[in-house]
């Protein structure tokens, strides 16, 4: 066996052990106890695939694949640079704008190379030639990719607070199906003329598109919009795979697409609504448009509240955005420690779109150190509402709003929430009376069992734990 012949099988060896340890990776990331190894494993399979990359172009003929080693090299030195301080220095309440961030990083990277594919058979078609099957593929990565990149851009302006949740204006779908289908119609021109106006007018309707389908989606929506153009960028990765040849982008980008397709749907499932109604709906726009409530917001005051917290036996806490704009969710495990310590059953309780991101919750508590055992899901804690003392809401909203249940004329009739208002008695922590990301009133504020302590989740969590200390040495234990 050549030279040549054994670099080759490496190569392809190098690609089937980086597929292994993306699908590992990713499994391990479905728990919170293995998902820092996935995260690693997944790691060193993209280490492996863009060493193996760099000779793919020489072994297998395609001299036009690796040119300008020093610049891609030093491309790469800059941007794991960029990305290693900016992952250390960005605060966890930044965190989902990071995610929209770099996925659309990711999804511009596939237009880019679909871009660099069509431009290069339009100008030197006897170096780049492409098949009618490649360019159908590379068009179509270009486009999925083109939305993602924009699409994620103005999903990390809203989040970010750069620009209004949402932006409408009259006839707004009717102008956006028009250029999703000029880009279609562009794309389809490209398979009979590849020509470079073409190709750069199909790029700059593609990339607006992306723009104009994000800027009507709601703010609450953000964590189902992020996990579709997760899935995007995968499906983008996977097509321009095919078009360079690449194994390791074919497996890579299939593998984020259906698990970002998966969580798509099981997010929009945990909305109780359909992927179209999150993109082409009202809701999440900051006007709720569910019946007025009865009564009034009950206010308590820390010492109050530490007393029933004192007397409970199970305790539960639901964490929202609130939390982690506080940046209170080291001070509620210690509040949480206390009630540990003095025989308390504690529980966290994670509703699947709580936050800005998928996994928001879960994230913030394990940064925190909350042990994984003491962490239910939505589904697995809801029936233990009922036997439940007290449960405490630090900055959740929308997702124990019982009208969900109850007023049909509510944006979020239907969806899924957490049993909160089942509970004896409800502690919820807030700032103020304001309405969720959602614009929506919150019928728990206003029941009976429902009492607001109204201070910054630091400071509420700091004074919990001071009057528990208090309660003790005036007696208690």
């Excluded at 690609?15 to 990713?26: C, D, M, P, S, T």
């Excluded at 391990?28 to 997944?42: D, H, L």
């Excluded at 193996?52 to 790469?76: D, E, K, Q």
């Excluded at 928001?360 to 909350?370: K, P, S, T």
Aim: aromatic letters at 8%.
């Amino acid at each position: 066996m050549d030279k040549s012949a054994l670099l080759q099988h490496a190569v392809h060896a190098s690609y089937f052990v980086a597929a292994v340890l993306f699908i590992l990776g990713i499994k391990r990331m479905s728990s919170p106890v293995t998902a820092r190894s996935g995260i690693q494993w997944a790691g060193v399979g993209m280490v492996v695939a863009t060493i193996a990359t760099f000779f793919h172009g020489s072994i297998l003929n395609h001299p036009g694949v690796v040119t300008n080693v020093v610049l891609m090299v030093l491309a790469i030195g800059i941007s794991t640079l960029f990305a290693w301080v900016s992952g250390k220095k960005v605060a966890m309440t930044d965190m989902p704008q990071m995610v929209a961030l770099y996925n659309g990083m990711g999804g511009g990277s596939a237009a880019a190379i679909g871009a660099s594919a069509l431009i290069g058979a339009a100008t030197a078609p006897e170096h780049h030639a492409l098949g009618t099957t490649q360019i159908a593929l590379a068009v179509i990565g270009a486009l999925i990719g083109s939305i993602s990149f924009t699409g994620s851009l103005i999903a990390f302006a809203k989040l970010q607070g750069w620009m209004d949740k949402t932006f409408r204006f009259g006839g707004q779908q009717v102008v956006n199906g028009l250029f999703f289908l000029s880009a279609l119609g562009l794309g389809a021109a490209l398979l009979f003329q590849l020509d470079t106006t073409i190709v750069v007018a199909f790029f700059a309707v593609s990339l607006l598109f992306g723009v104009l389908m994000t800027l009507p989606i709601g703010g609450a929506d953000m964590p189902v919009v992020i996990s579709l153009y997760n899935a995007f960028t995968g499906l983008a990765v996977a097509f321009e795979g095919y078009v360079q040849g690449n194994v390791a982008l074919i497996i890579a980008g299939t593998v984020v697409g259906a698990a970002g397709t998966l969580l798509t749907r099981l997010m929009a499932k945990a909305m109780n609504r359909s992927i179209s109604n999150v993109l082409f709906s009202n809701f999440g726009s900051g006007g709720g448009g569910s019946s007025e409530i009865a009564g009034s917001q009950k206010p308590i005051e820390a010492a109050d509240a530490a007393s029933l917290l004192y007397m409970a036996e199970k305790v539960i806490i639901v964490p929202g955005y609130g939390m982690a704009v506080a940046q209170a969710q080291h001070k509620i495990w210690e509040l949480s420690q206390q009630l540990i310590k003095r025989d308390k059953e504690v529980k966290f309780a994670i509703h699947p779109v709580a936050g800005r991101m998928p996994g928001h919750m879960n994230v913030l508590l394990a940064e925190a150190g909350v042990p994984y055992d003491l962490i239910a899901d939505m589904d697995d804690i809801n029936p233990e509402f009922a036997t439940c003392d007290v449960a405490i809401v630090i900055g959740a909203n929308d997702v124990v709003n019982p009208v969900a249940r109850t007023d049909k004329s509510s944006p979020i009739y239907g969806m899924p929430i957490l049993d909160v208002i089942n509970a004896r008695q409800v502690i919820v922590i807030k700032r103020g009376k304001g309405a969720g990301f959602a614009g929506i009133e919150n019928a728990l504020f206003y029941a009976d069992n429902c009492r607001m302590l109204y201070a910054d989740g630091q400071e509420a969590a700091n004074r919990l734990i001071a009057e528990l200390k208090g309660i003790d040495s005036a007696g208690g234990h």
